[in-house]
């Protein structure tokens, strides 16, 4: 790139200076003396004083026009080294702007020169026949430059579609298809992203496949137990793929490991993650979430509403525990009924009292729930492998907003769920989790064994926590 030429330096004489911006005192502009006189003093004007001044004014015209004659050969020796400079830049930018492969490179190299070559003539006036087709420009960096450099040319156009790096900037005029080549390349870029996730979430299977193959087979008579559960899976939501990119849909994850006072999962799912309870029934799961609100309030000290709390909820489990006795008394009364029947069918075939016992034979409708009882609440035969239930909270991975669990301490509220694994060696499941941006239903595939430490606090989640963060986001 050839060197600008430097500005001639400009002549001075009496305290006055004549360069490239014309005769200035201290780089202010002269002003006619006869112009000064009418507008301050216009009665000056006759007789001695106008004579006198008439000289004076001779005298600076005299000064002007001698350093006038005195530069103007340095400003047109400035001038004509300016054209060849600008004359050599211009062809220089022309030729490594063809040198260019794409337009978007083009672009990129040169906003202004773009125009200038697709949609301006040379007098840089609106010429829609040199380019009459929108020209996409994917994955230009510039866009907000773009569209404020197309503002200014009437008629034309600009528009972005895609996302990421392939986000494409699309310049056209207008009625001439700009939004239909948006929308035809949102639907490549869609298509193309799903194809991408299937074949990762493809291999994650195969992953779990060979984990699966390689593990050891559990003993004909061993039940399930956490154990088994115990490692890390890939999850496959359909409600989160709405929320999460496309990209995000191999990478949600859930690790199931055991802490000194029980068992956690960890989980990421793209928009949420947080932390879980596990147990092996709604009541284990309720007694895990009181004791860690305990633990919580006794870090923080006691205040007498917390007093309160703590006995209104003890009357709620010992009228909880009297209906759960109720309830027992019930069940055995079902069970010797149901053994009295049992014995007088003994007369009949063994294969009707098989069929019976599992498919036909028929049950009392249970009790109502007390609104101490779990709102959900599955059958262990529901699965040949076992069910394990759960309390969640998380935060927005957005921006990490705490999602509040309102009641905390009862389990019948929306932060629940329970997985149901297939079989005793815990490789995969299918569970509900009542998250209101994740829907309700997950699938889970074990690829790993090993999880690592629990890295997440039930704490790190609470209503306290929360109020933090709102504080701090405000400060």
């Not at 530069?71 to 040198?99: C, G, M, W």
């Not at 609104?371 to 492998?385: C, F, H, M, N, Y």
């Not at 829907?439 to 595939?445: A, E, I, T, Y």
């Amino acid at each position: 790139m050839a060197t600008a030429p430097e500005a001639p330096q400009p002549l001075r004489k009496q305290g006055y200076t004549y360069g490239l911006d014309g005769f200035t005192v201290n780089k202010i502009h002269r002003a006619e003396p006869a112009r000064l006189r009418y507008l301050l003093l216009p009665q000056s004007i006759q007789g001695v004083r106008a004579k006198k001044a008439a000289e004076e004014e001779a005298k600076l015209a005299n000064l002007q026009s001698s350093l006038q004659q005195a530069f103007e050969p340095r400003r047109l020796e400035y001038q004509k080294q300016s054209n060849e400079h600008r004359i050599a830049e211009s062809t220089r930018v022309a030729r490594e702007f063809d040198a260019l492969g794409t337009p978007t490179a083009q672009a990129q190299y040169s906003i202004d020169t773009f125009l200038q070559r697709y949609f301006l003539d040379g007098n840089e006036k609106p010429e829609q026949s040199k380019t009459p087709e929108p020209v996409a420009l994917p994955g230009f960096v510039n866009r907000a430059q773009m569209h404020a450099a197309v503002e200014h040319i009437p008629g034309l156009l600009s528009e972005s579609g895609g996302d990421g790096s392939e986000r494409t900037v699309v310049v056209g005029w207008r009625d001439t298809g700009v939004g239909r080549l948006v929308g035809q390349i949102n639907r490549e870029q869609r298509t193309k992203q799903e194809h991408t996730a299937k074949a990762a979430w493809d291999q994650l299977r195969r992953k779990h496949e060979d984990f699966a193959k390689a593990s050891k087979t559990p003993h004909p008579n061993e039940t399930f137990s956490f154990q088994n559960a115990r490692g890390q899976y890939i999850i496959k939501c359909e409600a989160a793929d709405s929320y999460n990119d496309l990209n995000q849909a191999s990478k949600l994850r859930l690790r199931i490991t055991e802490g000194d006072d029980g068992w956690y999962g960890i989980f990421d799912f793209g928009i949420l993650s947080g932390i879980m309870l596990r147990g092996e029934s709604p009541e284990e799961v309720k007694f895990r979430v009181q004791q860690q609100e305990v633990a919580s309030r006794s870090d923080e000290g006691y205040s007498e509403s917390d007093e309160e709390d703590d006995e209104g909820d003890s009357e709620l489990d010992e009228e909880s525990d009297e209906e759960d006795s109720e309830l027992d008394e019930e069940s055995d009364e079902e069970d010797s009924e149901s053994g009295e029947e049992s014995d007088e069918g003994d007369s009949e075939s063994h294969d009707e009292s098989d069929e019976q016992d599992i498919s036909t034979k028929k049950r009392k409708a249970p009790p109502e729930r007390s609104e101490t009882q779990p709102s959900i609440r599955l059958k262990k035969s529901a699965s040949p492998g076992g069910i394990i239930y759960l309390k969640w909270r998380s935060q927005e991975t957005g921006e990490n907003v705490i999602q509040v669990d309102p009641n905390n301490e009862n389990i019948n509220n929306e932060n629940i769920g329970n997985l149901v694994f297939s079989d005793k060696t815990g490789m995969k499941f299918h569970g509900t989790a009542s998250m209101s941006f994740l829907g309700s239903k997950v699938q889970g595939f074990k690829i790993g064994g090993l999880v690592g430490p629990i890295t997440r606090s039930w704490d790190q989640y609470s209503e306290a926590a929360y109020e933090r963060a709102s504080v701090a986001r405000w400060h």
